[in-house]
């Protein structure tokens, strides 16, 4: 090869490297141009960003990061990716991340997972963190790997956004939600045309409506009752539509047909450029609330009737006392075919009617009490037999069904005989047209349980009275309100809606249990559970009519009633007695002092204009401490007793007594038999 082929390929190599020279400064010239311009980028940028190398070093930190950690990029350039003091903070993280907890959690993730497979997969985590001046920030943390064509890992790019604020009013919304779920009163929210939007678990309770069924309904599609006119709802969208807040009580339906009571508050709630744009109800159930509240009207109404029947009772009574007196003589007068003795019967059984009307407020009142015996419960039923079927009329076939033996139980004779009678008139106004009544006794073996559920104070064996008819019958609406105070479905005037009430009462004061089996058409059956005692203590019947046995004593009558006090003394003379009458107490000491020796007996009205008959009796017994006295009032003996305190020789006889029964009082008095 000659010197000048050898010459031009020494020309060509050191032109070819010349070139690759070149070339290679231009091209780290323009890597190095890239570099300073993805830096100067980086730095710009508003989000607080940095880099890392593949060794996981930090080579770029920003002026946003700086602001944001309160750390100078001189401080973390050069440093390993690991900063668990910076990240130290017990604020638990509240989003669904797979750390443990906050960016401490994070940096113990950076560390066991992060220098393996951070740069190469990236990451995305969230957390609360301190910064160095103490304030609490919530970060969005994101890393994304570099690589260059070949596919090698050059660096990876990280950012952390500042998210506070939107993390507080998150948690703001979800802890209203959670509220609003859990609160206890129904909450609905609707839109402007009142289809349902939410609704809260409490809702679902009241109304019976899950939120599948309610969602896009108008709550009056699905608890609308029927008991508010148009005019109600008019109005109420009338004062939602103008943006004022609506308040007031509804009558609602739920799902499965009951009717409810609830209290409202409706609120408009409007967009930002102040238009309405849905309506948010708060829903409390008052049923309860109405029924406590009727309950206190149905207290103040006994309280009133008590009020009223203390009041009356003395003047009522001396009405009655006088009819039923009067009536007496008349009737014992009268032949047994004389064809006025119906009529006569007829007042009577008209005063007994009243005397028990009476008797029923006292007893609401707590003016008249039991006066509770050993009795047999099988006498009690017989005795009141003839009675209840003068009651019930001859079209309904009456019968009773007695047990074999004595059935002891402590009890009021006259309070049971009440409730037969009460619940023998309600028989025959259910059998209009005829029928069976059946009253039947006997014991029953009862267990703890069903002892407990009926209120037994103890099991064993009780007595049973069943009162069972064949007449209408009663719904279950009808059964569950049958013993309510002034509940009657009678026609008006034809029931006060205390017969079952004081039924209901008088039970419970013998500490026994009466419960009810009634269906439409098919009869009513009432079952009258009382406790057993051992044994029964013989008494007279009210009802036996024993020989009265007058006498030739003078008795000092005082007596303010001028009806009541000639039908007195008209009785007492017409058997013997002389009777030496006197209009008040005060008038009545004067008549003793003046035929002191002559008197064997005062016959005293307790309540009296001037002086009371106790009063009275008080100052004729200084005189003459002996001397027997009989109190008669329109109280109850029982209420007497407990506001008197009477000397021996004092007795007491309720207003309105038979003639017979006062005659038989006297008598008994007298001859030092009363005890």
């Known amino acids: 090869m000659s010197d000048n082929h050898r010459s031009n390929d020494l020309n060509r190599e050191k032109l070819q490297v010349a070139t690759d020279i070149s070339e290679r400064q231009n091209a780290e010239g323009s890597l190095l141009e890239r570099t300073d311009f993805t830096v100067n980028l980086i730095e710009s940028l508003a989000p607080a960003t940095f880099v890392i190398d593949a060794q996981h070093r930090i080579i770029i930190w920003n002026k946003a990061c700086e602001e944001l950690t309160g750390m100078a990029a001189s401080t973390m350039i050069g440093t390993d990716h690991q900063w668990k003091p910076f990240y130290d903070h017990p604020r638990p993280c509240l989003a669904d991340i797979a750390l443990d907890s906050g960016f401490d959690g994070l940096a113990e993730h950076y560390t066991t997972y992060a220098k393996s497979t951070l740069v190469e997969q990236g990451l995305r985590a969230e957390g609360w963190y301190k910064q160095l001046n103490g304030k609490d920030r919530y970060i969005l943390f994101d890393a994304a790997p570099v690589y260059d064509r070949s596919g090698k890992l050059l660096a990876a790019i990280e950012t952390l956004q500042d998210t506070t604020q939107q993390k507080l009013a998150e948690e703001g919304l979800r802890l209203q939600s959670v509220a609003l779920k859990a609160a206890a009163s129904a909450i609905v929210i609707t839109n402007r045309n009142g289809s349902i939007e939410w609704i809260n678990p409490a809702f679902s309770e009241l109304t019976g409506y899950s939120a599948e069924e309610a969602i896009g309904k108008n709550p009056r599609e699905l608890v609308k ?197 009460n619940l023998a ?148 003379t017409e058997f013997g007695y002389t009777v030496i009458t006197a209009e008040d107490g005060a008038d009545a000491v004067r008549k003793f002092t003046q035929q002191n020796v002559a008197i064997d007996l005062l016959l005293f009205d307790l309540i009296m204009p001037i002086m009371n008959g106790k009063e009275a009796f008080d100052e004729i017994r200084k005189v003459r401490s002996g001397i027997k006295v009989i109190f008669s009032s329109g109280y109850a003996p029982e209420t007497l007793r407990q506001k008197l305190t009477l000397a021996t020789g004092a007795y007491l006889i309720a207003k309105p007594s038979p003639p017979n029964e006062l005659l038989r009082k006297v008598r008994s008095v007298l001859d030092g038999d009363e005890s």
């Not at 159930?285 to 109405?290: C, G, H, K, V």
């Not at 064996?461 to 049958?482: H, N, Q, S, W, Y």
């Not at 001028?562 to 007492?572: D, I, P, Q, S």
């Open 225 to 421: 009752s029927g008991m508010h006119d148009s005019a109600f709802y008019e109005e109420l969208w009338e004062t939602l539509l103008n943006g004022v807040v609506w308040r007031g009580e509804m009558t609602n339906r739920h799902k499965n047909g009951t009717i409810y009571y609830e209290g409202q508050t409706i609120t408009p709630v409007k967009n930002t450029d102040g238009l309405i744009t849905h309506f948010i109800a708060i829903k409390r159930d008052l049923t309860e609330q109405r029924k406590l509240e009727e309950q206190l009207r149905q207290s103040q109404k006994m309280e009133s009737i008590g009020t009223l029947a203390g009041g009356i009772a003395h003047d009522f009574n001396n009405i009655l006392t006088a009819i039923s007196g009067y009536g007496q003589l008349s009737l014992m007068k009268m032949a047994a075919d004389d064809p006025h003795r119906h009529n006569t019967e007829s007042i009577l059984e008209a005063v007994v009617r009243a005397t028990h009307l009476t008797q029923q407020m006292l007893l609401f009142s707590r003016k008249k009490s039991s006066d509770k015996r050993s009795v047999d419960l099988n006498e009690i039923v017989a005795n009141v037999e003839k009675f209840l079927k003068r009651v019930i009329g001859e079209d309904i076939d009456f019968k009773t069904a007695i047990h074999e033996t004595p059935i002891s139980v402590l009890a009021d004779t006259h309070q049971l005989e009440q409730v037969l009678m």
């Open 425 to 572: 008139t309600n028989a025959r106004d259910a059998m209009p047209h005829g029928g069976a009544l059946t009253v039947t006794t006997k014991t029953l073996s009862m267990s703890k349980d069903l002892a407990s559920a009926h209120g037994i104070p103890s099991p064993g064996t009780c007595a049973l009275i069943t009162v069972a008819d064949t007449g209408t019958g009663m719904d279950e609406e009808t059964r569950e309100r049958i013993f309510e105070p002034f509940f009657t479905t009678k026609e008006a005037g034809k029931g006060t809606g205390l017969g079952l009430s004081v039924v209901y009462g008088i039970i419970k004061e013998h500490n026994g249990y009466i419960d009810i089996a009634s269906e439409p058409g098919a009869g009513t059956n009432f079952c009258i559970y009382l406790p057993l005692i051992d044994q029964v203590v013989e008494a007279k019947s009210s009802t036996v009519e024993d020989t009265i046995i007058g006498g030739t004593e003078t008795i000092l009558l005082a007596e303010d009633d001028k009806m009541v006090r000639e039908m007195t003394v008209a009785m007492l």
